[in-house]
T-cell receptor, first 113, second 112 residues
């Protein structure tokens, strides 16, 4: 069974631009969570989607948004990029009915110049 | 509140056992996890333990959970150079779907 895939793997943007990252979960998984990983703050939860609905949200500004499609694929968008948004963005999938084990993708490394 | 703490570094010799420790604060944890991250990679799930268990063994990995002290440990037997990585402890909280609370990670260095 294929694992979680994320595209693109690397991205360079400039301040003020916007970016969209994509995540395809493991087949059969309906929950997708997004995390931001930085050296200073570590791993921080952004949001979680299940059956196209956002069920949970972390403490990030409204510039960070996401959505999930009917095939469980998910995208996250960051608008008006800031230097501090440079990070590794990780997506994780699970079956999703309860607090199940999450399986992570390889991440998208975003550099904001 | 929710907080997970780990020591930042651990150095061992190849063939020795490694023990990585973690403490957590939320008593409504349901599952506790250990993930491994190699340079430039995502997180690899190593093992997990349900909060009402005391111990779980999986090949070279042994997880011990002390619920009273909210202490979790990961023992890696016969540590190899390929085990060098950052190890993250994480907890899931009842009712907080999709949100794992992670520690800062323990960097394990294995010397030949």
């Amino acid at each position: 069974k294929a694992g979680v895939t994320q595209t693109p793997r690397y991205l360079i943007k400039t301040r003020g631009q916007q970016v969209t990252l994509s995540c395809s979960p493991i087949s059969g998984h309906r929950s997708v969570s997004w995390y931001q990983q930085t050296p200073g703050q570590g791993l921080q939860f952004l949001f979680e989607y299940f059956s196209e609905t956002q069920r949970n949200k972390g403490n990030f500004p409204g510039r960070f948004s996401g959505r999930q499609f009917s095939n469980s694929r998910s995208e996250m968008n960051v608008s008006t990029l800031e230097l501090g948004d440079s990070a590794l963005y990780l997506c994780a999938s699970s079956f999703g009915a309860h607090e199940e084990t999450q399986y992570f993708g390889p991440g998208t490394r975003l550099l904001v110049l | 509140g929710e907080d997970v703490e780990q020591s930042l570094f651990l150095s061992v010799r190849e063939g020795d056992s490694s023990v990585i420790n973690c403490t957590y604060t939320d008593s409504s944890s349901t599952y506790l996890y250990w993930y491994k991250q190699e340079p430039g990679a995502g997180l690899q799930l190593l093992t997990y333990i349900f909060s009402n268990m005391d111990m779980k063994q999986d090949q070279r990995l042994t997880v011990l959970l002390n619920k009273k002290d909210k202490h979790l440990s990961l023992r890696i037997a016969d540590t190899q150079t390929g085990d060098s990585a950052i190890y993250f402890c994480a907890e899931s909280i009842r009712g907080s779907q999709g949100n794992l609370i992670f520690g800062k990670g323990t960097k394990l260095s294995v010397k030949p």
